[in-house]
Nanobody, 128 residues
């Protein structure tokens, strides 16, 4: 169906930056531009938390905790969505997941259960 592969995670000091990538492909995957793409993160013992999303109209939304520091963007030619993370804090430490859903999600873009496809996750660790 649709495969999502994240990359770009790693260990960084507080105040540093990382850029995550999520490449989409698959037998039933069509053009990237008709999907809502989201980034979520999760730490052990907690629910998956919304970070950012971009819809087919390129409207972007962010969690309050990352506004002004993180930027989501997409490259339609590469079927790839990015999450640029600046001014990282230790509390940003988590496994970051990419997610996709065909079409629009309305006000449900921040709800993990709204997404149909998920990547395997990439670890981001921010040291103090």
């Amino acid at each position: 169906q649709v495969q999502l592969v994240e990359s770009g995670g790693g260990l960084v000091q507080a105040g540093g930056s990382l850029r995550l990538s999520c490449a989409a492909s698959g037998r039933t995957f069509r053009t990237f531009s008709i999907y809502t793409m989201g980034w979520f993160r999760q730490i052990p013992g907690k629910d998956r938390e919304f970070v950012a999303a971009i819809n087919p109209s390129s409207t972007m939304d962010y969690a309050d905790s990352v506004k002004g520091r993180f930027t989501i963007s997409g490259d339609n030619a590469k079927n790839t969505v990015y999450l640029q993370m600046n001014s990282l804090k230790p509390e940003d430490t988590a496994v970051y997941y990419c997610a996709a859903k065909l079409g629009y999600l309305g006000r449900q873009f921040g709800v993990a259960a709204s997404y149909a496809y998920w990547g395997q996750g990439t670890q981001v660790t921010v040291s103090s």
